[in-house]
C-alpha cells in the first residue's frame, strides 16, 4: 500500500491551495482518513482528520480555513486550505488508519510566503 500526496507549493499569503492523497494496493476499510503537518524545528501535529462515517476534526489553528473530505470510492482524501498563513508553512502528510495498520505518505511540501 502506498498513499501519495500531491497539491503542495508556494502560495501567498492569503491564499489556497487543494492538497490531494491516494491510495494505491490493497488496502480496505479505511477508518480515519487525516492531514497532518510538521514544520521546521517543531513536531508534526494533527490538522485534520475525517471519519468514515463523515464526522471531521481539525486544529483550532486552521478552523474555519481548512477543509477535509474524502472519497471512499477511490481511496482519496482532500485538504482545501483557504486563506493561508505563513505559519501554515510546513510539510503535509497524509494518514490513512484501517483495522489493522496505519499508512502514511511521503509529504508534500506547502510554503506561504510573498
Known amino acids: 500500500v502506498q498513499l501519495q500526496a500531491s497539491g503542495g507549493g508556494l502560495v501567498q499569503p492569503g491564499g489556497s491551495l487543494r492538497l490531494s492523497c491516494a491510495a494505491s494496493?490493497?488496502?480496505?476499510?479505511?477508518?480515519?482518513m487525516g492531514w497532518y503537518r510538521q514544520a521546521p524545528g517543531k513536531q508534526r501535529e494533527l490538522v485534520a482528520s475525517?471519519?468514515?462515517?463523515?464526522?471531521?476534526n481539525s486544529a483550532d489553528s486552521v478552523k474555519g480555513r481548512f477543509t477535509i473530505s474524502r472519497d471512499n470510492a477511490k481511496k482519496k482524501v482532500y485538504l482545501q486550505m483557504n486563506n493561508l498563513k505563513p505559519e501554515d508553512t510546513a510539510i503535509y502528510y497524509c494518514?490513512?488508519?484501517?483495522?489493522?495498520?496505519?499508512?502514511w505518505g511521503q509529504g508534500t511540501l506547502v510554503t506561504v510566503s510573498s
Open positions: 494496493g490493497s488496502i480496505f476499510s479505511i477508518y480515519v
Open positions: 494518514k490513512m488508519v484501517t483495522r489493522a495498520y496505519e499508512y
Open positions: 475525517i471519519a468514515g462515517g463523515g464526522t471531521t
